[in-house]
């Protein structure tokens, strides 16, 4: 179960800007999947899933890919950037333990209440890790498509739980999947 504390910062944390009721219900509803599902690794998908679901509702964003940084630990990682704002779900679930953080809103660790010490657009000048370069090399259609949340739709039976169960919202992934073929993260937004 996500923290009540978390859920309430996140809240607080997104306001009243443009839009915060579908920013909140999304990243509300990816962050109480990641740690229901101890969802572990999962920033690439998770932050295509969000994109998706943000450019779905009408909400301008870019999903990032690049490095960041806990302490002295540099990895490879994704997030979504809102209005220059970093949002940041999955650093909460990393795989290795030096890279935890809280969930990232607007560059606010929602664990602390405070502006996250997680440094992002960082580069270590080492080369990048064998998942992120077949990222990288795979459109966002496909991309999701193999992951291994669902055996048939992959993380797009996410993108349409949260749309339909969450956002009122109904997608039809079969037109909505060629939309997204071709086209990929934000590497310098």
Not at 23 to 36: E, N, P, Q
Not at 71 to 98: N, R
Request: charged share 20%.
């Amino acid at each position: 179960m996500t923290p009540k504390h978390w859920t309430s910062n996140l809240n607080n944390t997104i306001g009243t800007i443009p839009n915060h009721q579908i920013i909140k219900t999304i990243f509300s509803s990816i962050l109480d999947f990641t740690v229901l599902n101890d969802w572990k690794g999962a920033c690439h998908e998770s932050c295509g899933a969000i994109h998706i679901l943000l450019n779905e509702t009408g909400i301008t964003n870019a999903w990032c890919i690049g490095e960041a940084r806990v302490g002295q630990a540099f990895f490879d990682h994704s997030w979504i950037k809102i209005d220059e704002g970093i949002y940041d779900i999955s650093i909460c679930k990393p795989l290795q333990p030096a890279f935890k953080n809280g969930p990232v809103i607007k560059g606010i660790d929602i664990d602390t209440n405070q502006p996250t010490t997680a440094e992002y657009e960082v580069d270590s000048g080492q080369p990048d890790a064998p998942m992120t370069s077949l990222v990288k090399s795979l459109d966002l259609t496909d991309y999701l498509l193999n992951s291994p949340i669902h055996p048939r739709l992959g993380t797009w039976m996410l993108i349409d739980q949260v749309a339909q169960h969450k956002l009122n919202l109904k997608l039809n992934l079969a037109n909505l999947m060629p939309k997204y073929k071709g086209q990929y993260f934000t590497e310098k937004p």
